[in-house]
């Protein structure tokens, strides 16, 4: 994909979550995971769960990459959020297959603003993009999320899917994304 074409492309494919409401923020190690939209169900179809219908929403954007939150301008919930207070050891970090050092702040953080955003059915209303993949979702009540790429483009920094069928999951900025 050219440079030049990444903004468009990234800003088309995720147009589909305009009207859309967000409905968590969930972490999974160093991933965050962002929902959208109402629920649907879907089948597992890979894996121990395989054939296993579950209740998900429709979207879901998993970030690996720098972001966050802001309500009226202010950062609400962010990045390192997903680190324990003086933990600074990635790897041990990395390695925290039970989420035991940081989940208490995070969750915290994460219950209050997942109490805003369902309380007010908060809604997408535009999606902006940028020519190197950072990635802004405007949302009703001045809420914004950020994502900011931070690596050179050969490691994926985020993905966006629908959580309801096997269609191809929108990578960026993987070089072997199939876009």
């Given at each position: ?17 305009n ?9 999974a190690a ?6 959208f939209?109402?629920?649907v ?17 429709r ?6 990459t ?13 990045y ?5 207070r ?22 915290t ?16 209303s535009?999606?902006?993009?940028n020519?190197i993949?950072?990635?802004?979702v ?42």
């Amino acid at each position: 994909m050219s440079i030049d074409s990444i903004k468009a492309t990234i800003e088309n494919k995720l147009s589909i979550l305009n009207g859309e409401r967000i409905r968590r923020f969930k972490r999974a190690a160093l991933l965050i995971c962002v929902d959208f939209g109402d629920d649907v169900e879907s089948i597992v179809e890979t894996g121990a769960e395989r054939g296993i219908t579950r209740i998900t929403p429709r979207f879901a954007i998993h970030a690996h990459t720098s972001w966050r939150l802001l309500k009226d301008g202010e950062i609400v919930l962010c990045y390192s959020d997903l680190f324990s207070r003086g933990v600074a050891d990635f790897k041990v970090i990395a390695e925290d297959q039970e989420n035991k050092l940081s989940d208490a702040e995070f969750i915290t953080i994460s219950n209050e603003v997942n109490k805003a955003l369902n309380s007010e059915s908060i809604r997408v209303s535009k999606i902006e993009a940028n020519e190197i993949g950072d990635l802004k979702v405007f949302m009703d009540s001045d809420y914004c999320l950020e994502l900011f790429i931070d690596s050179r483009g050969d490691t994926e920094s985020w993905r966006f899917f629908r959580m309801d069928d096997n269609s191809p999951h929108f990578v960026v900025f993987d070089e072997s994304s199939n876009e």
